[in-house]
C-alpha cells in the first residue's frame, strides 16, 4: 500500500507550475477576517502527487479492470466515447447561470434525453435534475406528498414499502415525513397479496416497489398491486434501479406506476466514479407533471428555455443549487443516442440472458438459488445458507474469496430476508466466457470450502491488505490523519 | 450490437443451457399484454463517429465564452493531472467501496480527502460527500435538527445573503419535516446579517443559525460575532463557505470563541469545472461530537488481520442501508469522482498555492471592480470587504445589459432582479485568478460602449423573451 | 520550481552529504571559461494555466478546417477509447521495455501488434515499428540490399508513382551508400506502372522493386503482375501500402504467384490523428527468411524460470546496442506508443470493421469523384480503378483555388503541380469514411462558385505569397 | 498475466459504435484487386478491448509509477498539463500538408522552439525533423559528409568514436558509409587524448562524442579535444542524450561541436512511450546551416512559411514523409515555456545534485563507483566487479532483484568498457526521499547477496513473471501468435 500523501510532504513544496503568479496588489480584506495558520495540506511535487493517485487508483477493482456482478447496481461498460465527448471544452467551460442564448447546446441534449426517458418509461414527465436514486426517490414520495395534499386529502401518513426494498426507499419516506410500513414477500418472491390488501386505507400515500424486485424475479401481480394501491386512493412509486431488466419490454407507465427514478448510472451506463455522481431523474404520470422538481428544459419556438417556479407553480421545488448532475446527463443522453431505439431493447435480452445463463450453469453446479421455479431477471439470488451450516463458510467468506479470484463479489446480504444471499447481476456487457469463469471460480470456492474452509474463512489472501477489522474502525474512529477520535 | 460482445454461437449455446427456445422466452413471466407493443419513440442508434459530429457541434454552440458569473459556481484553473488521473478507468469505472479490500485506492483516497477537507475548515471531521453546496447544507440543518432533540418545533435562522438557489433546497428538502425556516434579512447598506435583526428574530426554539462566508453577494460576514451570538443562545452554527476562500479566510472551526459547529458548502471550486452545473460535490464537516449525525459515508483507518493498516467504510450503522427508516439521510449514491478530483487538486496546490489561487482571485475580482466602478452610473453597491465577487447597479435594465454582452460572448454576471427586487437593476460580478487584464479590459469597454449605446432598449427588447436562466 | 521537488531543507542536507558548499560546486569540473555568462534568451517561464491560453489560442488557429487532403496521412475516425487506454501513464512513460519482466504489458501489446500487422500484410513477421512510412521505406530497401549480397552496385526501382516525399526520404537515407536509385515514369493515361517501361529499365545489378498498393495517385498497381515480374527476375520486392486499405485490397503476401517479399507503409491510418503530421509509424514485416535483415525492435515469446508464458525484445543481436557498427540499424528509440494506439485500434474494429472503414473511405471518395466531376471543366484524370483517393484537373491554377479554398476553411487537396508538372494543373482528392453528403456537398457548392467567379486571379494573387506549403 | 486477446476472440463479435455505417453503394474495384479472406485480427467487444489493454497496463513500470533510475535515458517527469494541451483537436485534426495560412498556430510552436534549442545549445541553426536521437544522429553525421563534400574534400572516410559511445554512434556513422574508429578511454573517464591525437589524419571526417560521457563524467579536456578534430579537417559531433547535465550551464556552441542533436524525450520530457515516439532535432553552427534537413519553419513578414529542398538548396535532404514527430515538438516547447529561462538552469543543478547525492550515499554504503575521483554528472557508474566475483551475483541479478523493491533497474552493462555496472540516473524530478528509500533497497540487496544470493540470482520473485528465457526466445523464435517461425 502506498503512504498516505500527507506522508511525503515537505515544507515548501508544491507544484509550481500550477500556482498562479503573484500580482503586486494589496489584499483588501482587513485582518480579523483572515485565516493565520495554513490547513493540514500536503505539500508535495507534481510528479509524486500524479505518482500517489496513479498507484492508489491501482488499488481498486473496476468495470475497465474486473467482472463486476455487483447486484442492483448494473455495472457495465462505461463507453469511452461517451466520457471523451463530455469532456469537450465547450460543455466543460459552460457555467449553469450561462443566458439561454448561450447555452443550447447543452439544453437540446437535455431536453432530447427528457424525451428518450419519457419513451422508455411511458410516463408524461421527466424531470432530470435529481442526483442520484435516492435524490430522484425523494423527488418522488414529495410529489406523491404533493399531490395529496392539492387534493386536501391530509391524512395519508404510511408509505408500504416491500421487507425486500432497498434502504433508500424507507429511508426516504421517513424522510418525507411519512411512516414506513413493511409488506412481507411470500415464498415465490412476489409481494405477499393478502398482507397488502391488509394493509392499504386511508392513511395510505403510496407504495414504492421496483420490478423486477431486488430479488431478481419479475412481480406478476404487478397490476394487482397496483389496482390495491390505487383504490385505497394511494400512489405507486417504481423504483428505476432495476430498469436495465425491462427496457424497452415493458414499462413502468404501461404497468400502473405514477412516478419512479431511473438510475442513470446503472441503466445508462454512466461512471460510478467509486460511490458517484450518479443521476436520478423523475418520470411521472400526467397527474403529477405539475408537482415535478425544477428546472425542467422546455423547447419554445425552436429555442431552448429553462421552467421553473414561475413557470411551475404546484413544483415540489428545488433540488441542487443549479440542475443536477448536468454532465451525468450529457453522458446519459449519448449513451442514449448510441444504443438507439433497437440498441435499448437489446439491454434487457442480453441482460437477463446472461443472468438466467449464469443461473443455469450454477444450479447445475449445486448452488442454492434463493427462487428455484422462477425465471431470473437480470439478476439473481443465491443462498449459501446450506454452505454455512455445513461448513462454516458464509456469503461473506466466499465473497471475499471471490476477490483473489480477481472477480469483484456480487451483492451479500441483500435483501436482507434471503438468509447468507449473494446477489449476482452479471449485465449485458459480459461475455460468455467471462460467465464461464465465474462458474468456475465459485465451483472452485464452494470445493475449497469443503476441503480447505480456512484458506475461504480469511480470505482475501492475494491484495494488498488481508481481511480488514470493521469492528476496529468504528469503535476506534480513526476518519482524520492524526486526529484520532475518542470513541464516543 | 453495440457494447454486447454475444456472438450469434454464443446465443445458442446460452440458450441451450437455459433451455429456452429464444430470447423471448425468457420474459415469459411478465404477462403479455403489458410488453411494449410498438417500437420506442427514440432515435435509431448513431455511432461514435455520428455522435461525435452531434456533440461536438453542440458544444461549439456553448464554447468561448468570457465568464464573469460566479453565484456559487466558479471557474478556476484545474491542472491537467486532476482529471487525467481522476478519469482513470480504476477510479472512474469503480461502485462504492462495499467491498474494502477491493477498493482500498477509492478509501485511502477518500480518507485524505476527509483530512484535507477538515483540516481546511479546521473541523475535527468530514464526511465523503453529498451531492451539491445546496444540498449539504440541507443535511446540515437536519442534523442540528436531529443533535437538538429538546425542542419539538424547530427553527432555523436562515439569512437572505445566503445563496438564493440553496435557501430553495433548503425549503424543498426540510419542508417535508416540522421545521420552521426564519428568513433573515441582510442590512442593505453593508449586505450582511445585521445581529440587532437576528436578535429580534431568534426564539427559545430556535435550533441553528446559518452563516455564509463569502455571503451570496460576496460580503464578508462578521463571522465572529454571529458565532459567538449562536452560542450564547445555544443555537447550532452552521457556516456555509467556498472552500477556497478558507485557504485565505478565517475557516469556521475558528470563528468566535468555539467555532462553528458544521461546516458545509460546494467543493466546485476545488477542482471540478462548471460543466453547466454539475456533477459537483457538496462537503460537510463537523465537531467530533456531531459525528454520529453525520450522514452519507466516512471512510476510517483500521488494520487486517494482519496488523497492516487498511481503509473501510465506518459508522454505516447511521445510513439508509443498515438503519433504513432510522438513517440519518437516504443519501446512497454520492459524488466520490468529484472528491478524487478535489483531492488531487488540493494536493497538486498544497496550502500556500491554495492561498495564492484565492488571493489572486481576490485582486482580480478587486481591479475589475476598480475599473468597472469608473463607467459612467455603475454602482458599487455594498462597501463591505469582499472575497471575488460583488454586486453593482446598472443605469439600465440588468436584463438587456446581459443580453447584449451575451451576444458577444461575454456573460458579464448573474442578475439580481428577480431574487433581490428591492435592490433595483443589481448584478453579481466575480473575477478568479483565470481573468487576465486583457479580459477585464474587454468588459470594461464592451460594458461602457452598451451603457452608453441610446438604442439599447429597441435592440433588446427583441430578443428579451430569452434572455432569461433557469430561475 | 516546476517539476522539482526539492525544497529547501533537502537541498541543504544533500550538499552536506555530497560535501559540496553550494550548487555551483557541483559543477566544478566544468571550466569557468566555458560556463554561460549570460541568461539564455528564452522567455520567462509560464504557469500551466498561462501556457493553457496561449495554446488553446494557437490550436484554435488551425481548427475547424473540413479536410479533403490525403497525400500520406488521412482522417479517420478515432475511437475515444484508443487514446483513452494508450495515454495511460503506465503505456505513455515508461521507457523501451529493457526490463522485460518489468515491462510484460507493453511486451505483450506489441507481440500482438506483430501478429496482426503480419496478418494484415499476409507475411510472416513484423518488427515493432519504424519512425514513419517513408523511413520505413528506406529500411526495407537497405534490406533488400543486405539480403542480396551478390550485387556490388546496387539498383533499386522506384516508381515516380510512389509518394514523391517517400522517393526523397529514400534518397536522403540511402544516398550515403552505394545505392543507385531507377526513377520508374507512370503511364499518363492509367496513373500506374507500366510492365513494359519496367522491363527497359531492369538490369543484371536490379536488387529490388518498390511497389505502391494504392499508389500516390490513389490509383491501383497491378500488383500481380509486377511481383511475378520481379520473382522471375530475382528481384526483391518491396510492398508500400495503406495497411488499412489492406483490409479490403489484396495484402503483399498474396500478390502474384509467391507474395511480395517485405511490406511497409505508414501506420497512421490505424488510429493515428493528423496531429500536423506525426508522430505517425512506419511499419515492417517480411517473408521469415529476411528476418534476419529486419531492423527495429522484435518482441519475441518465451517462458520464465517456471515455464510461464512472458515476452521479451529479441533478436537484439542485429540491433546497434550489440553490434554498433554492423547493426540493421541505427535506430533505436521507436514509435511503440502510436504502435500502442493502432493496437487497440485494430482491436476495437477487428477485420469486419476495418474492412468495412475500408469500404465507407472508398464509397465516399467515388460519390466524391462523381460529383466533383459534374463541374465544369474539372477532369478526372486516371480512368483506373481507385481506393479513395484520385487525380483531378482543374481550368484554374490549383494553387490560387487551394488558397480561395482555405480562407474558407475548407482545404480541397494537395496540388500536384511542383511535384508532377508535367500533369498541369492537378489536385489530388480524397475522402475517408469520416466525409459526410454534406461536407460533399459543400465542397463541391464551394468549388463550383470558386471555379465560376471571374476574378479568381485577382483576389488569389494578394495572397499567393502564403499559399505554399513545405515542398 | 492476461491471456492473448486473440484468445478472447469469437466469430463476429466487435466494438458496434466504432464500425461505419453501411452505404448502399458499389465498390468500384475489379475482383482480382480485393482481399478474400479475412486478416486474423481479434473479433472482440469494445469492453473486452479496454479491460484487456488496461490489465495490460498495468503490468509495466511507468514514470508515473515508479522511481525509473534508467541511465542515459533522462526519466523524468512528463508533466501531464503539456500531454493534455497537445491533445486540443485543433492539433489532432490538423492535417501536415494544410496550407501555410491554416497552419500558423503550430508553425508558431516549431519556430519558437527552434529559436529556444538554438538559445540552449550555442548553435546557430535548428532542424526539428529528426525524429529520434539516432535519425538526428544520422542528420548530423550526413551534414558532416556533406560539408567535407561540398568543399571538394572527398577523402575523409572515418568517424572516430569513443570506446563509450552509445551504440548508435558507430551504427550511424556506418549508415552514412563512414568507416567507425574507436578511442580508447582513460582511466579518469576522459578520452585518451593521445589515442585520439594518434588517431586523427586526413582520413578523419569527424568525432561523435557526448559531454558528460556516457560514463557520468564531464569530459575536462574538451577544448584540446575539438582543437584536434578541428586541426585535423573533422568536425565534432554532440550526441546531446545527456543534454540534461548542462542545461544552462555549458553550451555544446560554446565547447567548440559543429553539430549535435537533442533527445527531444530526454531533456525536454516528452513521454517515452514505452519505446517511442522521441524528437532528435539537430542545431548545428554556422558552416553547416545550409546542410540542415528540411522542412524548417522561417518567419516571414509576421507570417510563418515553410523552408524545403527549394530554399535550402544544400539541404542533406527530408528525413520523414512530413516534418518529423510534430506532437513530441509541440511538447518539448510547452515544456520549454513551462521551464521558461530559470527553469532550463534547475534542470541540470538539480539532475546533478541527485545523482551526487546518490553516489555520495552509496560510496558511503560500500558500493563501487567507476571513477572515485570524479564529480558525477547527472548520472554515474558503479561497478559490480568485486561483489560478482565475492557473491556470484551479477549486474543483472542485482538489476532484477531492484525490481522487487518496485524501482527500475538502471541501465546495465553499458557503456560496454566498465564490467558489471550500472548507470544510475535519478533526474531532477526525484525527490529526496525516492532516492534515500533506493540506496536502502540497495544496500538491502547487497546484503541479500552475501547472506541469501539465490535470492538475488532468480530474481525477480513479485512481478507477473519470473526471469524470462532470453536464449530460447532468440533460438524458437516466436513472433507472431500461431505462427511459430522455424529457427533459421
Ligand atoms: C434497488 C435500489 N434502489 C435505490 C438505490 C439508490 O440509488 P442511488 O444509489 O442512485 O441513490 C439503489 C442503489 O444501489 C438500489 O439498488
Ligand atoms: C547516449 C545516447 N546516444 C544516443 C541515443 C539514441 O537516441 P534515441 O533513442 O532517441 O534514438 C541514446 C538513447 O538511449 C543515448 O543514450
Redesign the pocket.
Known sequence: MPKLIFELSRHGRCARAQVPRHIPRAINIPKHFLRQEEPFLPEVAELQVVRHFTRLSRNNFSIDTQFYPLG??SMKYNPRGVHHLAMLEGFLNHHPLSLDINSQGYMACAYELQEILKAVTGMSGVSLTPM????G?FAGVAMIRAYHFARHDLERKEILVPDAA?G??PATAAQCGFIVREIPTDTEGNVDIESLRAAVGPQTAGMML?NPS?LGVFEQKIQDIAAIVHQAGGLLYY?G??LNAILGKVRPGDMGFDVMHI?L?KTFATPHGGGGP?G?PVAVSDRLVPFLPTPIVVQRSGLYAWHSEKECPQTIGRLSAFMGNAGIILRAYMYARLLGKEGMERVAEFATLNANYLLAKLKAAGFTPAYVNRRASHEFIITLKTEAKEWHVTALDVAKRLLDYDIHAPTMYFPLLVPECLLIEPTETESKEMLDIFVEALIQILHEAKTQPDLVRTAPHTLSVRRLDEVKAARELDVVYKQIIDPL | MPFIPHSAQDIQEMLATIEAANMEQLFDEIPAHLRVKNVLAIPESLTEMELGRLMRARAQQDNNLLCFIGAGAYEHHIPAAVWEVASRGEFMTAYTPYQAEASQGTLQLLYEYQTMMASLMALDVSNASMYDGATALAEAVLMAVRANRKNKLHRILLPRSVHPFYRQVVKTIIGQQNIQIDDIPFDINTGRISLAVLKEVAAETTTALVIPQPNFFGVLEEVDALTDWAYTKNVISIAVVNPLAMALLKPPGQWGKTGADIACGEGQPLGVPLASGGPYYGFLCCKKEFVRQLPGRIVGRTVDQEGKQGFVLTLQAREQHIRRAKATSNI??NQGLLVTASTIYMSLLGPKGLRQVAITSHQNAELLKEKLSTIEGVEVVFQSPRFHEWVIRLPKPVALVLRQLAERKMQGGFNLNSMYPELGECLLVCATETKTEEDIRKFVTLLTSILSSTNLLDKAEQGGAHAKTYL
Open positions: 442492483s447496481c442520484a436514486g435516492a435524490q426517490e432497498h433508500t426507499n421496483t431486488t423504483d434501479a432495476n438510475n448510472h450518479g436520478g | 446512497c449514491t
